[in-house]
Nanobody, 125 residues
């Protein structure tokens, strides 16, 4: 089992930056993907960015490419989401997720067995 602990959310002006952190505890050796999702009121939950823990490969949803960067620490048990040039449309609850599964879509919520509690990101204009 894996526990995910998130931090770093807050309120910023458009154009500002935030860095989210997600630390994984427990049986972490077999985690394949660690991924950031977000969900705004009335919207579907969408995958924002992921890191493939074995090789360090990263993937992003088109709307954040060039603005957001996902990374992991040396232990591979913590992932970060550096968010720059934030826009009001980035406002959402952000969730960290982890999976042991292979062969599933990284941006599909049903792929993931483990979820953090979420951290709110609010971007004002």
């Amino acid at each position: 089992q894996v526990q995910l602990v998130e931090s770093g959310g807050g309120s910023v002006q458009a154009g500002g930056s935030l860095r989210l952190s997600c630390a994984a505890f427990g049986y972490t050796d077999s985690i394949i993907y660690m991924t950031w999702f977000r969900q705004a009121p009335g919207k579907e939950r969408e995958g924002v960015a992921t890191v493939y823990t074995g090789a360090g490969s990263t993937y992003y949803v088109d709307s954040v490419k060039g603005r957001f960067t996902i990374s992991q620490d040396n232990s591979k048990n913590t992932v970060y989401l550096q968010m720059n040039s934030l826009k009001p449309e980035d406002t959402a609850m952000y969730y960290c997720a982890a999976t042991y599964r292979r062969g599933f879509a990284w941006d599909g919520p049903l792929t993931y067995e483990y979820w953090g509690q979420g951290t709110q990101v609010t971007v004002s204009s």
